[in-house]
């Protein structure tokens, strides 16, 4: 009589844990509640009053996605565990995965065909006196029933895709001076996808094509009232732009080539606890980032919150993608041994020992100083002593000048990074050039330390663990708020089923680097 009983925020959040615990969605978690004995044991619900409708457990989401409360409830409930548990955090592991964008990838017939069609149906629902001034000169019926974002006569797609570049030009000038509709997001998009996609040349500018003629551009002609004055539209071989909108219905995915992989969506990045001693390891961080988004970049933000967090490591390890000379020199500032092995060098042992391999910077006599961290270099890999070393004022790099004569001569000039000039040899290098270097050779040399980093190797299974076990491979939400909220709750349900494991005698110990 007084309709549904209000849902206490308690009661909303242990759903949505559980949500990520079982790989539900919204309305499984609707349709489960009311049976599931063990949900209403563990929530204290009474019984027979088990009842959530799906879309307030939304409408709950989309109100966590506006601040950091979900994250702070992740850091309470880790600690608590930690601390129960007597887990030690001196030893953590970290790696990323991709999460998959909630919609797949368009071709570029289909993004120009689907971006007009958003674009025009909400003009036709807010301003359906201009949709009707604009339907006619387009292409085509964009809002037909029978719509389809594929072309079924393979010949025919290059001529449609280059009359939907017009239609995308038409539509952009018609509107980009209305100040209503230029505000639309629909339109913004249409605009973003128009100038990442094609590009527009007038006559009095001159067509690329004709300045270069072995140009592979596909070209349109823009002519009429609406193309003053007449221009060409060029569509470009590869779009270009910071952030490629692939989906004019997912437009924070971001569209990123690793290897043999094609991937539109976001990056995950996890920590966890890795010491040998503990019983049971849980996840210490998450963060979710654009997937171009370098690991090198996220490792400094991520000891950051570890600190903040007070769950700082003393030994942090990572894969060549984190580990570099800055990062290594970062880490270092803040108390923290960032091991691993470092980026953009060989691993291969057999190039390593090779006689005739290139030289690097930590094959020369080198001193740190132990308070100011400077380097100072005492001889090259064959004992001559430079002449002198200055640092840079502008670039802040050590130029470390040798004799030119001898190095002309030296046996090893052609393995040397050191550039032979008319008066003197330079070394041109700086402190991060050095520790990754000098970490590149502990790495390849030190058969120990490369065991001890093997420890990370068990990250790869707390990625597939979250992606494929707690819902994390595929977004479900078109922002990246949204996805970040659902990485958050993969790793409050990891941690929450470890947990349970482990207090119910469930969780059997097991080697460090596998993840139950």
């Given amino acids: ?23 539900l969605n919204w309305r499984q978690v609707e349709f489960m509640f009311m049976r599931r004995l063990d949900w209403i044991n563990a929530t204290f619900t009474e019984f027979g009053r088990a009842f959530v409708d799906h879309t307030t457990l939304f ?9 950091s409360s979900t994250y702070q409830l992740f850091v309470d409930l880790t600690n608590n565990f930690i601390e129960v548990c007597n887990v030690s ?39 359906p006196g201009l949709y009707d001034s604009i339907k006619d000169d387009l292409s085509l019926d964009y809002l037909q029933d029978n719509f389809d974002l594929t072309e079924k006569d393979k010949e025919k797609t290059r001529g449609r895709i280059k009359e939907m570049a017009r239609d995308l030009y038409l539509l952009k000038s018609s509107f980009e001076n209305n100040h209503q509709v230029k505000h639309y997001e629909t339109f913004k998009t249409l605009v973003e996808v128009f100038s990442q996609q094609c590009v527009v040349k007038t006559e009095a ?32 071989e590869k779009p270009e732009g910071d952030k490629i909108i692939s989906s004019p219905h997912n437009t924070d995915a971001t569209y990123v080539r690793k290897r043999n992989q094609k991937i539109v969506g976001h990056k995950v990045f996890a920590t966890e606890t890795c010491d040998p001693e503990n019983d049971v390891q849980f996840i210490t961080d998450v963060n979710l980032e654009k997937a171009t988004h370098a690991d090198s970049r996220e490792i400094s933000a991520i000891e950051q919150r570890l600190e903040e967090n007070d769950m700082k490591p003393d030994t942090f390890y990572g894969d060549a993608g984190f580990v570099n000379g800055e990062s290594i020199l970062d880490s270092a500032e803040r108390g923290i041994d960032l091991a691993g092995p470092s980026s953009g060098r060989s691993q291969s042992f057999e190039g390593f020992v090779d006689a005739d391999r290139p030289l690097d910077i930590a094959d020369f006599t080198v001193i740190v100083n132990d308070q100011t961290g400077e380097l100072t270099v005492s001889s090259c890999p064959e004992s001559q002593e430079p002449i002198d070393q200055v640092r840079s004022k502008k670039t802040d790099r050590i130029n470390v000048h040798f004799k030119s004569e001898v190095c002309k001569y030296c046996p090893s000039c052609d393995r040397c990074p050191v550039k032979i000039g008319t008066r003197v040899a330079t070394l041109n290098i700086d402190e991060a050039q050095y520790a990754g270097a000098a970490r590149h050779h502990e790495y390849m040399g030190n058969t120990e330390y490369r065991k001890e980093c093997g420890i990370r190797a068990g ?55 596998v993840v139950s």
Avoid at 11 to 20: E, G, P, Q, T, W
Avoid at 205 to 213: M, Y
Avoid at 472 to 499: D, M, P, T, Y
Wanted: glycine share 6%; charged share 30%.
């Fill in 1 to 23: 009589e007084k309709g549904a009983p209000n849902i206490s925020v308690k009661l909303k959040v242990s759903l949505l844990i559980f949500m990520a615990l079982e790989q």
């Fill in 459 to 513: 990250a790869e299974s707390l990625m597939n663990e979250l992606a494929n076990t707690h819902d994390g491979r595929q977004s479900r939400h078109r922002r990246e708020k949204g996805s970040r909220l659902q990485a958050v709750f993969a790793g409050i349900s990891c941690n929450v089923k470890r947990f349970i494991r482990f207090s119910t005698g469930n969780y059997a110990k097991k080697p460090v680097n």
């Fill in 59 to 67: 409408k709950f989401f989309r109100q966590l996605e506006d601040d």
């Fill in 205 to 236: 500018e001159g067509s690329s094509d004709n300045d270069d003629p072995n140009s592979n551009k596909e070209t349109v002609e823009i002519t009429g009232d609406d193309a003053t004055p007449e221009a060409e539209v060029e569509i470009r």
């Fill in 89 to 127: 955090t001196d030893k953590q592991r970290v790696d990323s995965y991709f999460m998959l964008g909630w919609l797949a990838t368009l071709s570029r017939y289909g993004l120009f065909k689907e971006t007009i069609r958003v674009f025009l149906q909400a003009l036709r629902k807010h301003k």
